[in-house]
């Protein structure tokens, strides 16, 4: 069992920045694919990055340029850093990973392990 716990949501005005931390149990977690989804109200949840453990990324095309997912295996930490952020990106953002994942799925159900979620409100 991984447990997956976020950190770092909050309210922020339009362009501004936040810094999401996601912290993943389990002595193996430079093996894990990491990720990040997000569901705002009245939506379906959505793909927003992930990395794995080769430290390749990618990204919805959404969120492209503006957000970086990185990794620190010494700290068993996914981050998210979201830039010039706006209304849009307002929603309930969760950190997911898989131990045994080679490549980013967009698909949730790819990853086995979720976090409880951390809401980002952006006020325009």
């Known amino acids: 069992q991984v447990h997956v716990v976020e950190s770092g949501g909050g309210s922020v005005q339009a362009g501004g920045s936040l810094r999401l931390s996601c912290v993943a149990s389990?002595?193996?977690?430079?093996?894990?694919?990491l990720g990040w989804f997000r569901q705002a109200p009245g939506k379906e949840r959505e793909f927003v990055g992930g990395?794995?453990?080769?430290?390749?990324?990618a990204y919805a095309k959404s969120v492209r340029g503006r957000f970086t997912v990185s990794r620190d295996n010494a700290k068993n930490t996914v981050y998210l850093q979201m830039n010039s952020l706006k209304a849009e990106d307002t929603a309930v953002y969760c950190c997911?990973?898989?131990?045994?994942?080679?490549?980013?799925?967009?698909?949730?159900?790819?990853?086995?392990?979720w976090g409880q979620g951390t809401q980002v409100t952006v006020s325009s």
């Open positions: 997911v990973a898989n131990p045994t994942g080679l490549y980013i799925s967009t698909y949730p159900t790819d990853y086995n392990f």
């Open positions: 389990g002595r193996t977690f430079s093996e894990y694919l």
């Open positions: 990395i794995t453990s080769l430290t390749i990324t």
